[in-house]
C-alpha cells in the first residue's frame, strides 16, 4: 500500500532529519529526484547524491536539531509544509567555526510525490537569520 503524501513528508522529517538517516534519503525520493532551493541559482547540482553531501553536513553542523512540523497541506500530489527546526551550532561548516549558540529557524516548501517517494521539492529557509543566529553576519 502506498502511503499517503502527507505521510511522506512526517517520515521525510523524522527519518532524515530527526533520526539523521542518510538511508531514509534513498527510500523517500527517486533517483531522479529535484530539489530546488538549498543551492543559490537554482535546482541542487547533482540532485539525491549532492543532497546526502548536503545532510551530512548540516548533521554535523548541527548534532542535536529537532524539526518539528507544523503544517502540512496535501492537494492532488503536492503536499505544502511548514517547520521549525531547532538546533546548536556546534560542528564546524559552511566555512566558519562553530559557535555553539542556539538556533531556531523556519522553512516552507512544497514536495511533490508520486509512487509514495519524493520525485521534486521547493525549499524556502530563513538561511539570513540562521546565520545571524550564529554569528556569521551582522543584523
Not at 518539528?68 to 503536499?79: A, H, K, N, Y
Not at 516552507?108 to 517517494?117: C, E, F, L, P, Y
Request: with cysteine.
Amino acid at each position: 500500500m502506498v502511503p499517503c503524501a502527507k505521510d511522506v513528508i512526517r517520515q521525510w522529517f523524522y527519518d532524515v532529519w530527526n533520526r539523521k538517516d542518510p538511508s531514509a534519503i534513498d527510500r523517500l525520493t527517486t533517483p531522479d529526484c529535484i530539489i530546488h532551493g538549498l543551492a543559490e541559482g537554482g535546482p541542487t547540482p547533482g540532485g539525491v547524491p549532492h543532497f546526502k553531501q548536503f545532510h551530512a553536513i548540516f548533521c554535523s553542523t548541527y548534532p542535536d536539531m529537532l524539526i518539528t512540523v507544523e503544517d502540512l497541506i496535501e492537494e492532488g500530489d503536492r503536499v505544502a509544509w511548514r517547520i521549525t527546526f531547532r538546533g546548536t551550532h556546534t560542528g564546524h561548516a559552511l566555512g566558519m567555526p562553530a559557535s555553539n549558540r542556539p538556533i531556531l529557524v523556519t522553512a516552507i516548501g512544497i514536495s511533490r510525490i508520486v509512487d509514495g517517494r519524493i520525485v521534486e521539492a521547493w525549499n524556502e529557509f530563513d538561511r539570513y537569520g540562521m546565520f545571524q543566529q550564529i554569528n556569521a553576519v551582522r543584523p
